[in-house]
């Protein structure tokens, strides 16, 4: 037998039936628990049965049951453990690993990104480079191709259509181009680790070099011919900016509900990875029904990546995001931790709607919205979030590629842990 924190791997001839799970309390990890054991491996040796599942987890458990249920039931209440690994440091997910099935894809797509922007112009050609050069994570892409390669399978598919590959060199590009506008709004210096597109060339050839991205991914859009993933990517270059205005017109309004921040966190994020991963589904010739679960797995994902982004923007420095930190609130950005703390601080809306003109009134902001539970609220907002994402993954058929999008979902988390 051998075994390490994230996987147990069983010998299948000297164990009776086990189960693993999570002795965590975490919500978010019991329900993972749940969905691995509906679709756990459960082998028939023999009188020997062997049930076992892959977990992300602080503190593993392996027990020998007499029924794989028992794993369902809450492990360890009715029998004594026989391995306890409580000791076991957790060790987080990394992007390296969750993407390992797709790195071969995500490896062509890199290759191909620079080549797809064109190379008419020779300004916008070192813009591109300069943001593309700079690496980001590749989430979206790497969503697309995992649920492409989740949901190949069930339409009979071998391995990735040119399709499933062109969608997601056409999402990453549009996700830069939105980045390269939304760091001209936001007069950001920092993207990526390295100097923004504007504060290298300025706002022109910023707003063009996005301008031009917009228009060549439309172009190679329409060369999918596929009607309704042309719609579905429309849309979400109209929400980008639906999302830009409405967050340009609620700067410093102390009054912005939750209900109106999702809708811009929507337009600005979560609408581009729905499309990723339904686009994805609807390529592999998946049903309607998958389709639409895969927007809502995108969709519940992406609103807890904005939540978590703008948890960051509190907690982390500039060195560790690679872009500037704790800019949100100095330019009147009211995000999920500030909505929270509104409603528990009155003084805090007094420093906000003086737009900090006092010294130290920004330290002192940021303070009251730490102290206030602004931070812990908007996790577990982005937790709601995230599970509902994975409750969307159930539609699936157990693979490694449903796996790593569950993991994508818990990597998310793991940065504000
Ligand atoms: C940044 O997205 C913009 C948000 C939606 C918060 P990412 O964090 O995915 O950016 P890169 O691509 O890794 O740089
Ligand atoms: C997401 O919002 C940006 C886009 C979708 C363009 P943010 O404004 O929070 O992104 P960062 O923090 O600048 O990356
Ligand atoms: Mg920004
Ligand atoms: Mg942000």
């Avoid at 409405?246 to 600005?268: G, H, M, N």
Wanted: proline residues 2%; aromatic residues 6%; hydrophobic residues 40%.
């Amino acid at each position: 037998m051998s075994m390490t924190c994230h996987n147990l791997d069983f010998g299948t001839r000297v164990l009776d039936l086990v189960a693993v799970g999570s002795s965590s309390n975490a919500s978010i990890e019991r329900h993972s628990v749940k969905n691995h054991g509906k679709g756990f491996t459960s082998k028939v040796y023999g009188a020997r049965r062997m049930a076992c599942c892959r977990q992300n987890i602080s503190r593993t458990r392996a027990f020998s049951t007499n029924t794989s249920e028992a794993l369902l039931d809450g492990v360890g209440e009715r029998t004594e453990p026989v391995l306890d690994l409580k000791k076991e440091v957790k060790s987080p997910i990394s992007l390296a690993n969750l993407f390992e099935v797709v790195a071969d894809d995500l490896q062509t797509l890199n290759q191909n990104l620079r080549s797809i922007v064109g190379a008419e112009n020779p300004v916008l050609m070192s813009a591109a480079e300069q943001i593309f050069g700079a690496g980001g994570k590749r989430i979206r892409p790497a969503l697309v191709f995992l649920v492409s390669r989740a949901t190949a399978e069930l339409a009979g598919l071998k391995d990735l259509t040119t399709k499933h590959r062109r969608l997601a060199e056409i999402i990453e590009m549009i996700h830069t181009a939105s980045l390269i506008h939304d760091d001209v709004l936001d007069e950001s210096d920092m993207r990526r680790g390295k100097e923004t597109v504007h504060q290298l060339y300025g706002t022109r050839v910023a707003v063009l070099a996005g301008d031009f991205m917009f228009a060549q991914s439309s172009w190679y859009l329409a060369n999918l011919e596929n009607i309704e993933v042309i719609k579905l990517i429309s849309q979400v270059i109209k929400d980008f900016a639906s999302g830009e205005i409405k967050q340009a017109s609620s700067l410093f309004d102390c009054d912005v509900e939750l209900e109106e921040y999702l809708l811009k966190s929507f337009y600005k994020t979560a609408s581009l990875i729905a499309a990723s991963t339904k686009g994805a589904a609807i390529f592999s010739g998946a049903d309607r029904s998958i389709t639409e679960q895969m927007y809502e797995f995108g969709k519940n994902l992406g609103l807890a990546f904005q939540v978590v982004d703008d948890i960051l923007d509190f907690t982390q420095s500039a060195e560790q995001l690679g872009k500037p930190a704790g800019s949100d609130l100095a330019k009147g950005n009211l995000t999920a931790p500030v909505i929270f703390a509104l409603e528990k601080e009155p003084k805090l809306r007094e420093i906000i709607e003086s737009e900090f003109c006092d010294t130290g009134s920004l330290d002192e902001a940021i303070e009251l919205v730490k102290q206030c539970g602004g931070i812990e609220r908007a996790q577990e907002l982005a937790k709601e979030k995230a599970d509902l994402a994975i409750k969307s993954l159930q539609c699936l058929p157990p693979s490694n590629f449903r796996l790593a999008l569950q993991d994508m979902v818990m990597f998310n988390l793991e940065r504000i842990d």
